[in-house]
């Protein structure tokens, strides 16, 4: 046995190492991986948590101060009559009203020109003249941009801090049911002094703005004393975009990332929570570096111990090798030692009992391919025992078809010629397959020796029934009863015109008999015991009917009436006499192409046949008492 030269350029134990490690590798990393991505998502989840409680909490205290500012301030736009001059009992009112409150250190009531803005001052607390200059940062500019939050909301709010000193709100209240818009809009306006809630929001990173993006309070100096404006801010820009109550978002905000969190609170108030992304991660990070160190010492540790593994596990392994070259060399008798009780040791155990048999495997593979070549050449020679497609004298013309289910097949159809006489003949053997085509070479033999008996002997009886009688002893004493053969024979007289016909089990033959333009069915039925079931056979009967140019005669087989489509339906006698009767009129060529294009595409491509298929269609051309001798089997 011709052994193949194959180098082994990667050993097992180092394949079994890097996949080893490979794995360790991906199994590390995707642990690592994933452990980090959870903590990072939970990291994120608590931050955004954390931020949306705390931007509740300070918007509720915010808005709380803001509240009882705003309450006091009605109080004290409603002690005045803004239509009439002030009175001194609505002054010990207003008076009252502001010493009794705590927030606001400051209150005025002034009337706005809602036009340009000015305002005059109705009234104002004795703490007012010391805040004097916070008072005066309302300029007119600033109550005309406020006045149209005024209108809507009836309050406004306006960060008068500035850098150096204590952190006030200004907090302005309009009536704006006031009728009479000629005097103005009566605003009472106070100072909420912040001190004390800015010490409480230390270590906290918020903002307060309103929903028109005024920033009222920011732990960001450069934002509470400069541009005092959120609207370029993506978190603002969020919240301002979204309907909801409370968002989260992670953003970019000059050039750093920031994990935010935004809530809307009272009095149209936003409030924003953000931190920036690598404080707040900073301990995933941490975490990352101490996955990576510790998986790279498992990795270490797990290539130290696949380096023993390998090679405990490759040497038998190795021996195996070694054992399927001698076996190449046509070495089969290999006994490998028994290495230990898990799958190796079944293995060699295995390769053992195999090498022993592959000898007699390869002898019964020779065997098995010896056969096939026989059933080749079977198939071969029986296609020399069947017909060519097309044979035509001046009396006959015959088209026909053929094609076995298997390699060999059961159905033969065979005619000759004696002088004026033509024997046709159909038969289809049980099964399919080469026991059946024994039998119909057996048959096709038979016919041959009549056919010389025919040629040789001027008293030869064309009798079909006799000839049955011949065929039943030959199918007989070749099968002796196991295989039975169906057989239909046709003996014509193209001088006589008549045509004598005796069956022996096969489906009856129609004859297509021409009336003018139209043909009318005659189906040739006669009952017969098959060929092979007894020795003597009992006598078959026989008949004879005339017969008359442009008659058609058709010959078939079941497989074509029996075969199925994949839907388990078959063929049918009923579609088969349909569609023959369509082409009557075209011929015999057209109706065995028409009819076979037909049954292909109701049995489809990709079904192998049921049953081997064969007919034929034979037409009466003209009258003729010249000899029609004939031999099809000598023709291309």
Partial sequence: MEQHQFKVSLSLGTKLLSMGVLLLIGVISFLSVSAVFLVNDDKRAYIYQSQATEAVMVGREFSNKARRVIDVLRLALASFDPAKPVTPSELNVFKGIVANQSDAATVMVKMIDPETG?????????????????FQELSPAVFLALMPELRANAYAFVNLSKPGESTVLGVIVADTQFTKKQLGLPVAVGVLSLTSFVQEMQGLNVTIATRTGHVLYDADPGIMFGTRDALTDPLFQAAAARKLTTGATEYVHREKDYLGSYVHADLNLVVLDKIEKSKALRATYALTEKFILLGTMSIALSVIMMILFAKTLTAPINRLYQATREVAKGNFEINLPLTGQDEIGALSVSFTAMSRQISGLIQERMDKLRMENDLAIASTVQQTLIPPAYFENDSIRIHSHYRSANECGGDWWGFFGVGHRMTLMIADATGHGLPSALMTASARSCVSVLHKLAQEDPDFSFSPAAMLRFLNRVIFDASLGRIMMTFFCITIDFKEMTMSYSNAGH???????????????????????RLGEAREAEDFQEKTVPIQQGDLLFLYTDGILEGMNPDKVMYGKKRLRRLVESQLAQGPEKIVSVLMADFQEFNTATKALDDDITLAVAEILAPNASPVDSEPYAQA
Wanted: glycine share 4%; net charge neutral; charged share 25%.
């Fill in 507 to 529: 489906n009856p033959v129609w004859l297509f008999r021409k009336e003018g333009e139209a043909y009318s069915l005659q189906s040739l039925a006669l009952s017969g015991a």
């Fill in 118 to 134: 000015k305002d005059q001052t109705l009234a104002e607390s004795e703490s007012a003249k010391t805040q004097i200059q916070r």
